[in-house]
């Protein structure tokens, strides 16, 4: 092979690696394909939401309370109990646990009374990037709405969203399933610390 036409081969890969590189999603998880445990993960504790804590047959260990910004909540007997960060119904059976101590099989109930409004990061392909204030547990439907949509370059099979944890999850979802509510997409929920992305 002679000399350019070496060189042509060569800017031919480099220019193919730089394709494949702008081709690539990284790593990911599709939303149907998620752990049955996160997809059917309810509502998280954060500060600041309000919570109804009802100990059956015991109205003086019974309290409403609300989520401090250290996320504890104080209930009698028990002082300080971590919340943030709990379903309710993770934390009513933590509570059950720690209150065996003080009374027999005791029967606990953590209900939301008021929850505190989140802010979402929509980036990428969007018409309007910004936060979204939302409650929490909407779908992805109702925030890519107010953030204007997708722009015309967007492609309507990357849209993700980053979860925090340990390590972070990158979910990925196609517009379609969104807006036919088709499987995990239609029932997911967004929580306090996600973050949308569109490509």
Request: hydrophobic share 45%.
């Amino acid at each position: 092979m002679n000399r350019p036409n070496r060189l042509l081969l060569c800017l031919s890969l480099v220019v193919a690696g730089l394709h494949s590189g702008c081709a690539s999603v990284g790593a990911f998880i599709w939303v149907d394909e998620l752990p049955r445990a996160e997809a059917a993960k309810g509502y998280v504790i954060a500060s600041g939401d309000s919570l109804n804590v009802r100990v059956w047959n015991q109205d003086a260990m019974s309290a409403k309370v609300k989520v401090r910004s250290d996320g504890q909540i104080t209930l009698p007997l028990l002082n300080d109990v971590d919340a943030a960060g709990y379903t309710p119904a993770v934390l009513a059976g933590q509570l059950q646990t720690r209150l065996k101590d003080f009374i027999n099989n005791p029967v606990v109930t953590v209900a939301l009374e008021e929850t505190r409004p989140i802010s979402v990061p929509v980036l990428g392909e969007i018409v309007k990037p910004g936060l979204v204030p939302v409650e929490p547990g909407t779908g992805l439907i109702p925030v890519l709405a107010a953030a204007g949509g997708l722009t015309e370059w967007a492609k309507g099979d990357r849209i993700f969203v980053i979860r925090p944890g340990n390590p972070p999850m990158r979910i990925r979802f196609r517009l379609e399933s969104l807006t036919h509510a088709e499987g995990a997409a239609g029932t997911f929920q967004l929580q306090a610390g996600d973050q949308i992305v569109v490509e």
